[in-house]
T-cell receptor, first 111, second 114 residues
């Protein structure tokens, strides 16, 4: 069955530090992959997506993600975290008519 | 600004009651999907509507039903509410059916069943 795992439930980083959020997926074909961010009480905002081509994709707010087929991973990175990046981050894979989401990683940012 | 709007933003219902949630899709989008997000979890797919027809359904019982109107807005109806139905309900619209397309989410409706 298709699934998405995000091994880290909660990550805390200091403002200005680099960030990497992990995502692994299980999918039989070429995946379409997404990262969404959710602020408290809000809906989901698309950060970036991978459909094909260059395996390093750039998104909004300075985020990037790298697709590694051999590792079934699509990790999200940011070189310097800002306090406003504190939120819940969800990795998702497109499957059929819908997305399969991971459980999310909550990011806290220390001043 | 995604252009997807949901109403109401918050709702409190009693177990056994029925509820209707509403979603206006982004202009030009003919596909609406509904997701349930329980506290501390990722969203779970409920169903999708494409051109007024159900176009796929997740692992939810029949008491979860929906509609899509000619203007592509949509409703989610839940009958015989249970305590476990308490969740954030998210609506997403997209240009076409199928998951392999970008979806835009609304801010959600927070449903509390007491």
């Amino acid at each position: 069955a298709q699934s998405v795992t995000q091994p880290d439930i909660h990550i805390t980083v200091s403002e200005g530090a680099s960030l990497e959020l992990r995502c692994n997926y299980s999918y039989g074909a070429t995946p379409y992959l997404f990262w969404y961010v959710q602020s408290p009480g809000q809906g989901l905002q698309l950060l970036l997506k991978y459909f094909s081509g260059d395996t390093l994709v750039q998104g909004i707010k300075g985020f990037e993600a790298e697709f590694k087929r051999s590792q079934s991973s699509f990790n999200l990175r940011k070189p310097s975290v800002h306090w406003s990046d504190a939120a819940e981050y969800f990795c998702a894979v497109a499957y059929g008519q819908n997305f399969v989401f991971g459980p999310g990683t909550r990011l806290s940012v220390l001043p | 600004e995604t252009g997807v709007t949901q109403s109401p933003t918050h709702l409190i219902k009693t177990r056994g009651q029925q509820v209707t949630l509403r979603c206006s899709s982004q202009s030009g989008h003919n596909t609406v999907s509904w997701y349930q997000q329980a506290l501390g979890q990722g969203p779970q797919f409920i169903f999708q509507y494409y051109r007024e027809e159900e176009n796929g359904r997740g692992n939810f019982p029949p008491r979860f039903s929906g509609l899509q109107f000619p203007n592509y807005s949509s409703e989610l109806n839940v009958n015989a509410l249970e305590l476990d139905d308490s969740a954030l309900y998210l609506c997403a619209s997209s240009l076409s059916a199928g998951g392999r397309t970008e979806a835009f989410f609304g801010q959600g409706t927070r449903l509390t069943v007491v």
